[in-house]
């Protein structure tokens, strides 16, 4: 079973409140952690814990966070022959956490915005060995085409989670197996705040399947054969910092490990709920062993 993620890298850098601030209000952090993140990593890491074997490909810069990230990713045992070192500084991410457990994310792309098409091209044959290729738009969007476009060719099954939100090319979706948005995602993409309108508009472009999360409350499913809501587990919700990379990455592996498909919608909410039930995104990333005792007990 083998995973490609195409995306970003991130430094984290968290600051806890107690209520994020409004527009021109200065509040102070009760804490701050500095983590390894990036939608793309987050991903790479969740599917690597859960027991596939991974590639990334990605773009890191040449400085000290750049070292430490790729570290951190080589102890996971993730192969990053695919991550390019560009003249950029590494990506970085300002996330604001309120004690309900909802955060706002700046980021600066830096390398990530260097990831081009021509590198993307070069690691093809990483992209055709993959059974499923994860991307998501942290990258710009001429390299998500790509991935997306070559996987499709090659064969592999393509999962978009389009986080963060913005315009995807119409030519593109016919490409996409699976399309993970979240509510605010999916409203921004087809105007459709009702959950089943919006999924029924995404699959008329031509996505084969439309899996909408929607936090505490689980995630919802649509394809030509099914329709189905499937609840999450009840959690004390910390960070919601990586939960939705944490879904991506469990369904990827559940997919590809052929568990039915309302097995791996809950195997995929179980691990994001886990993500959100802790602080910060890659650090909160469970092992197998965890989520399948969790699972029995
Ligand atoms: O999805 C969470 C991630 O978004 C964070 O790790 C941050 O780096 C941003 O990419």
Redesign the pocket.
């Known amino acids: 079973m083998k995973i490609v993620v195409v995306g ?1 890298i ?1 430094m ?1 850098y968290s600051l806890r409140v107690q209520q994020l601030p409004r527009k021109g209000e200065t509040v102070s952090a009760s804490s701050y952690i500095v983590t390894a ?3 793309g990593a ?1 991903q790479a890491v969740a599917a690597r814990r859960l027991g596939a074997e991974v590639a990334l490909i990605g773009a890191l810069g040449a400085d000290e966070a750049g070292r430490e990230l790729k570290a951190r990713l080589n102890q996971e045992g993730i192969d990053l022959s695919g991550v390019a070192v560009t003249n950029g500084y590494t990506g970085i ?1 300002q ?1 604001t956490v309120e004690d309900s457990g909802e955060n706002s ?1 700046v ?1 600066a792309p830096g390398a990530n915005s260097e990831l081009e098409s021509v590198w993307i091209e070069r690691n093809e044959s990483l992209l055709r060995e993959a059974d499923f290729v994860l991307v998501q738009l ?1 990258i710009p969007m001429d390299s998500v085409g790509t991935a997306v476009r070559v996987a499709h060719r090659l064969g592999r099954k393509v999962i978009l989670n389009p ?1 963060p939100a913005k315009p995807i090319p119409e030519e593109l979706y016919p490409c996409i197996d699976i399309l993970t948005p979240n509510e605010t995602e999916l409203q921004k993409l087809t105007g459709y705040s009702d959950v089943q309108e919006g999924a029924k508009a995404l699959l008329a472009k031509g996505v084969k399947r439309v899996i909408v999360t929607l936090g505490e409350r689980g995630c919802f499913c649509m394809d030509a054969e099914h329709a189905l809501s499937v609840p999450s587990v009840p959690i004390i919700a910390i960070d919601a ?2 939960a ?2 944490a879904f991506n990455g469990a369904l990827a592996v559940a997919l590809s490990e052929k568990m039915a498909l309302e097995e791996a919608l809950g195997f995929a909410n179980q691990v994001g709920a886990w993500v959100a039930s802790r602080a910060g ?1 890659q650090i909160a990333m469970p092992y197998r062993r965890e989520i399948d005792g969790e699972a029995i007990s």
Do not use: C, M
């Open positions: 970003s991130n984290d993140g990036g939608k987050n991410a996330i994310i980021i942290e986080a910092t990586g939705g990379d995104a």
